[in-house]
């Protein structure tokens, strides 16, 4: 073999080796936080051994994956005053299905609302999505997060006056107490059947029951594991009222026998009223 053959030969031999002392790419899969596969890319060379992944920043305004914008109320009372900055959603959407206090922002006047939005008030009403924050004269009193304006994650609130003292400290999964235990009428876990609020392993709060068309059939309120004040049943599949019952005034009275106080009938027309049927047995 002539030299210049072979010169030619181990130049390509090493421009081949270069070539492959290159970066490469090597791809691996991690869980991200919905619990789905995601592919992560590493880069290595010769000269380290320390792989890298290339993180994704988040993007600006969006939760959830759903694109949302900035909003702030304020309130003046005197000397104080208090902000409270806010997301909401970019276009209407459907509030988070089940759940009773639905916070929203009326464009117009410029205020939170929680409940039910009148139909009326639609074209103004934003629904709250994302982090929440109220500041009262420079000091954070409030903050959390809204998931389709449910309150969703950590809430915490602090002592008025008392820079970083917590008073207190909710968790909450979608609108309801995260420790509460509720019970589908589906595998796919769409279609609420119970809610039992729990809070330290004791019953506390709303309770909720639904048909499987998703209409509230009763609701009452839970303390320190008892029931109490008004326990209300409801007709389907208008919602219209069906019986109200009355039980212990507090959590801390016990042996309350619970009662029936009114019952109607699918027409709204009172059928049983426990007031005058006192009256018939006193005459």
């Not at 070539?19 to 995601?38: L, N, W």
Request: with cysteine; charged share 35%.
């Amino acid at each position: 073999m002539k030299p210049i053959v072979k010169y030619i030969i181990v130049c390509i031999l090493i421009g081949l080796a270069f070539g492959a002392c290159q970066q490469k790419r090597y791809y691996d899969y991690i869980m991200d936080e919905k619990g789905t596969d995601r592919p992560v890319i590493y880069k290595d060379t010769l000269a380290s051994d320390k792989r890298k992944e290339r993180v994704k920043k988040p993007k600006r305004k969006v939760f959830y994956d759903i694109k949302t914008r900035k909003a702030f109320t304020k309130t003046i009372k005197g000397r104080n005053t208090t902000f409270e900055l806010i997301y909401i959603l970019k276009k209407e959407q459907t509030p988070q299905p089940y759940v009773k206090d639905i916070y929203w922002f009326h464009t117009k006047r410029r205020i939170i609302i929680v409940g039910n939005i009148p139909e009326k008030e639609k074209p103004f009403a934003r629904i709250l999505h994302g982090p929440y924050r109220k500041i009262l004269n420079k000091q954070t009193i409030e903050e959390g997060i809204f998931y389709k304006g449910a309150k969703h994650g950590r809430w915490e609130k602090y002592e008025v006056g008392e820079q970083d003292i917590l008073a207190e400290k909710t968790k909450y999964y979608k609108g309801f107490n995260k420790e509460s235990q509720i019970a589908y009428y589906d595998l796919e876990k769409t279609k609420i059947k119970e809610v039992v609020p729990y809070n330290n392993g004791k019953k506390e709060g709303d309770y909720y029951f639904y048909s499987p068309a998703g209409v509230l059939v009763e609701t009452g309120k839970y303390e320190n594991g008892i029931k109490v004040g008004q326990w209300k049943e409801y007709f389907e599949p208008k919602g219209k009222i069906k019986k109200i019952s009355i039980y212990a005034p507090d959590g801390f009275t016990k042996n309350f026998e619970g009662y029936v106080l009114y019952e109607y009938d699918i027409n709204g027309i009172m059928t049983y009223s426990k007031e005058e049927e006192d009256k018939k047995k006193k005459k």
